[in-house]
């Protein structure tokens, strides 16, 4: 975050988040930016939002911030890691957050074989960043009229909009299947997305 405004933001803060943000930073899981979040959470304050799918657990630090805005909002994640999912819920649980918080140790992409709530209010795509239009198809249909649809990472480092400057192929599709997804959302007609220069850079979609 910018160090400007580190101190004025009241981002939630318990022994736990701190932890994670250690071990975050330690073994180079990546988390959400304090920026983004800061985002998040002021969009789940002003619509009011209840219901959350997460695409994306890590180790549980964006879903334990966003649960902790409100008592009454409930949040199912999607993870296909075994490690992060492991480590997600021993913090899900060290929170006591484990009746809100409903961890699904899965491949988003096979959303016949997991069981979720539905009806959400806010959706937050933050995983393989290749598979982005994927996860917006698969899942939308599950969001709320009026609800919204967050995706992380729309900048990716600074890479977006620079892809033919890098130099390994692997990283240079992956850029490349980010930049088609910011058009491909930026021509999505059911949805008025702003893009922001927040964080890593951020899209917030409302559906229309
Ligand atoms: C950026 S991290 C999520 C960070 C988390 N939302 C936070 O801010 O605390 C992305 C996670 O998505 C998971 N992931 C990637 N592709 C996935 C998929 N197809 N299904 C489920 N999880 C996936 C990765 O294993 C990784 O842990």
Redesign the pocket.
């Known amino acids: 975050m910018n160090s400007f405004f580190t101190n004025f933001n009241q981002l939630p803060n318990n022994e736990i988040i701190t932890k994670m943000r250690e071990k975050a930073q330690t073994d180079k899981v990546?988390?959400?930016n304090d920026d983004s979040l800061a985002l998040l959470l002021l969009l789940i304050r002003v619509k009011n939002v209840k219901r959350i799918l997460?695409?994306?657990?890590?180790?549980g630090?964006?879903s334990i911030n966003m649960a902790l805005v409100n008592s009454d909002i409930e949040i199912d994640t999607?993870?296909?890691?075994e490690i992060?999912y492991q480590e997600a819920l021993k913090n899900v649980s060290s929170c006591k957050l484990n009746n809100r918080i409903h961890i699904h140790f899965n491949?988003?992409?096979d959303r016949d074989n997991i069981k979720l709530l539905g009806s959400y209010d806010l959706i937050f795509i933050?995983?393989?960043k290749a598979?982005y239009i994927k996860f917006f198809n698969l899942y939308e249909g599950m969001l709320n009229d009026k609800g919204i649809i967050v995706t992380d990472n729309l900048m990716f480092h600074g890479l977006v909009n620079n892809s033919e400057t890098i130099q390994s192929k692997r990283l240079r599709n992956l850029v490349k299947k980010i930049e088609e997804y910011n058009d491909w959302l930026s021509h999505n007609d059911h949805y008025h997305t702003s893009f922001l220069t927040i964080g890593d850079g951020i899209a917030v979609s409302v559906k229309i």
Do not use: H, K, V, W
């Not at 999607?78 to 890691?81: D, L, Q, W």
């Open positions: 990546p988390i959400i997460e695409i994306g657990t890590a180790i630090f964006s999607i993870e296909r890691n992060m491949d988003a992409l933050d995983a393989a598979q």
